[in-house]
Each structure stands twice: as C-alpha cells, then as structure tokens.
Nanobody, 115 residues
Framework: QVQLVESGGGLVQPGGSLRLSCVAS??????MGWYRQAPGKQRELVAT???????NYADSVKGRFTLSRDTVRNMVFLQMNNLKPEDTAVYYC???????????WGQGTQVTVSS
C-alpha cells in the first residue's frame, strides 16, 4: 500500500525558515515533489524533481526554497528560507512512479507565515 507522510509544517514569522519532510512507502518513485494550496486557491506546484534529472521550481519560490531527495529511503525534503506571508498554505507531498503515471498524495502539512 502506498503511503506518503509529511512532517515539518508549523507557524513561522516572515523571514523565517522551515524544513518539510516526506517519506514514501511502496514502490520507488521516480518523481517526487511538493505542491501547495492556499485558502480559496487552486493547488499549485512548488518544486518537483526527477531521479537523475533536473529540479523544477515555481518562480515564486526560486532562490528561497530548495528541494532535495534521498532516493534510497524514498524521501523528499523542502528547505524553505525567507518565508513570506504569501507562502501560507497546506503543503502536499506528491510522488509518481514515472513522470506520466498516477500521482500519489500525502495528507498535507500546514505552513503559516505570520507575525
């Protein structure tokens, strides 16, 4: 059974940092990444990486967020620096066995950036 479990969300002041983690059980995923959904908005890509390939970032997080992977342990991380109030959202881990296969989702972790 496939399961994605996120951790690391919380409340942080503007300019602060958080590190999100996601561990996946089941098959080895070629593609892993993060999406987010703010209240009243559609879910959007934050960052995603293909094993042995490139990492893609949303323009709004480039230079502030860094995605990394531990392919042996089937984990993905998101280091978020210089957080802004507009980064407030529920962050979801996403994983695919291949770039075109069915996406799996975690349950989400809340990130709130507020003073």
């Amino acid at each position: 059974q496939v399961q994605l479990v996120e951790s690391g969300g919380g409340l942080v002041q503007p300019g602060g940092s958080l590190r999100l983690s996601c561990v996946a059980s089941g098959p080895i995923f070629s593609v892993m990444g993060w999406y987010r959904q703010a209240p009243g908005k559609q879910r959007e890509l934050v960052a995603t990486a293909i094993s042995g390939g490139s990492t893609n970032y949303a323009d709004s997080v480039k230079g502030r967020f860094t995605l990394s992977r531990d392919t042996v342990r089937n984990m993905v991380f998101l280091q978020m620096n210089n957080l802004k109030p507009e980064d407030t959202a529920v962050y979801y881990c996403n994983a695919r066995v291949t770039s075109t296969s069915f996406p799996y989702w975690g349950q989400g972790t809340q990130v709130t950036v507020s003073s």
